[in-house]
């Protein structure tokens, strides 16, 4: 059973969205206030967070922010109705997975909370790709690190990173790469893509002997032990 932890102060929006993931054999807790959020992470384990931006206390927004530097990299979809382009991309900016505005139909959201919870496998238990190359990946502490460096990415930096690591020594195409890390359907600069390869090549590669992460011309990026360009 798939736990959610849903943020949100209005208790009938709340009862609303509650009644129907049980009714889908979610587990569903309900907290109305964003320090109630943190601390209720910090504490236990959920698959997924539905976050409200307008809260009493602090906004979904800092949240999201603060979750993201504590290496919490759970999915989290906002659900708000501040609907405007600026919002979805401070949404984004926080560290958020999705964005839905209210009002909305219920199967609008069950679908997108299924589609983070599929997206979400690449991410989780102990896997294969956990060590390649003198990079390995905590998992537990959602760390990592080459050669014994510890390489101090934020909670975006480590999922472009295990979606490498998962994929490595494959041709990655930009698009692929979006897909995989940001999770959105909504309008994202595909050089936001190029951004984040460039800051986590000053992390993995700069100051090493060899890089990792090779330009594939044509196509996008690959992780690689040895490049496999001229």
């Not at 601390?39 to 698959?47: A, C, F, G, I, S």
């Not at 101090?152 to 979606?163: A, G, M, T, Y």
């Not at 999770?183 to 100051?207: A, E, G, P, Q, W």
């Amino acid at each position: 059973m798939n736990k959610v932890l849903l943020v949100e102060d209005d208790p009938r929006v709340a009862s609303f969205i509650t009644r129907g993931l049980e009714e889908q054999l979610y587990q569903v807790k309900n907290v109305s206030k964003g320090f109630d959020a943190i601390n209720e992470v910090m504490e236990n384990t959920y698959d997924i967070i539905i976050l409200d931006i307008m809260l009493s206390d602090i906004s979904g927004f800092e949240v999201c922010e603060v979750l993201r530097n504590r290496k919490i990299i759970v999915p989290i979809l906002i659900l708000s109705a501040l609907d405007t382009p600026q919002e979805k991309v401070r949404g984004l900016k926080a560290g958020a997975d999705d964005y839905l505005a209210k009002p909305f139909l219920f199967e609008e959201l069950l679908a997108r909370i299924n589609a983070q919870l599929r997206r979400t496998e690449f991410s989780t238990g102990v896997l294969d790709f956990q060590s390649y190359a003198g990079i390995k990946i905590n998992m537990k502490e959602q760390s990592a690190s080459r050669d014994g460096k510890e390489l101090n990415l934020s909670s975006r930096e480590l999922k472009l990173l295990i979606f490498f690591m998962k994929n490595r020594e494959t041709a990655l195409s930009r698009i692929a790469i979006a897909e995989a890390v940001w999770h959105m359907d909504l309008d994202m600069s595909i050089n936001t893509v190029d951004v984040y390869i460039n800051y986590l090549r000053n992390k993995i590669d700069k100051n090493f002997p060899f890089p990792l992460i090779h330009t594939i011309k044509g196509t996008g990026y690959m992780l690689k032990d040895k490049s496999n360009e001229s």
